[in-house]
């Protein structure tokens, strides 16, 4: 089985752009988890879909981030405006149970804004 | 909601040495758990799935241990190689299914 992809795998944006982040779960997942990853503040939860539902949008994000599960095996998170503090990686997750699951990582998305 | 503290966040130790990362928690209903391993530039990788009902995990080269008395979990390497060498996180998932992240161990094997 496919395991969990993303692209692309890098990103360049200039402040004030507007970038999506793409992202396909393992086959037969149902949930689905959107991080950002700093060494700062480590693994960071922007939004998490049940069953293409939207559980949780990680509070502080919600001004800019959006994230979109259009159907079961995609999903979309989109930075609009982009800042440099933005700056970071991207992770998408998949399980098949959510808590009772592991989550299977995709290999992320390296974000910089200049 | 739940708290999840990781140490310690940078760990040093020489080939052949153990080493121990622990995890506390404070939601008493957490009762599944998992280690995960992130090696340089690579993403998250499952190292071991902990139930509430396991005490002792084993694999290769490390023991997994959980006291849920204190409410505290832990990952020991028994002889640290380089291919080590990572960042480990901790995850504890508690009793309304939220995953929460530890803040990551960064140890570092030097031949």
């Known amino acids: 089985d496919a395991g969990v992809t993303q692209t692309p795998r890098h990103e360049v944006a200039e402040k004030g752009q507007t970038i999506i982040l793409k992202c396909e779960p393992v086959?037969?997942?149902?949930?689905l988890f959107w991080y950002r990853q700093t060494k700062i503040q480590g693994l960071e939860l922007l939004s998490y879909f049940r069953s293409k539902s939207l559980m949780e949008d990680g509070g502080a994000f919600k001004d800019r981030f959006k994230a979109e599960m259009l159907n079961s095996s995609f999903s979309t998170l989109k930075i609009q405006p982009t800042e440099p503090k933005d700056s970071a990686v991207y992770l998408c997750?998949?399980?098949?149970?959510?808590?009772?699951?592991?989550?299977?990582f995709g290999p992320g998305t390296r974000l910089t804004v200049l | 909601g739940e708290q999840v503290e990781q140490r310690p966040p940078h760990l040093s130790v020489r080939e052949g040495d153990s080493a121990v990362i622990t995890c506390t928690y404070t939601?008493?209903?957490?009762?599944?758990f998992f280690w995960y391993k992130q090696e340089p530039g690579a993403s998250l990788q499952l190292l071991m799935k902990?139930?509430?009902?396991?005490e002792i995990n084993e694999g290769q080269g490390f023991t997994v241990l959980l006291n849920k008395k204190d409410k505290r979990l832990s990952l020991n390497l028994t002889a640290a190689h380089p291919g080590d060498s990572a960042a480990y996180f901790c995850a504890v998932v508690t009793g309304n299914y939220k995953y929460v992240f530890g803040a990551g161990t960064r140890l570092k094997v030097i031949a």
């Open positions: 086959s037969g997942h149902n949930d």
């Open positions: 997750a998949s399980s098949l149970l959510g808590g009772a699951d592991e989550q299977y």
């Open positions: 902990v139930f509430s009902s396991t």
């Open positions: 939601d008493p209903n957490s009762y599944y």
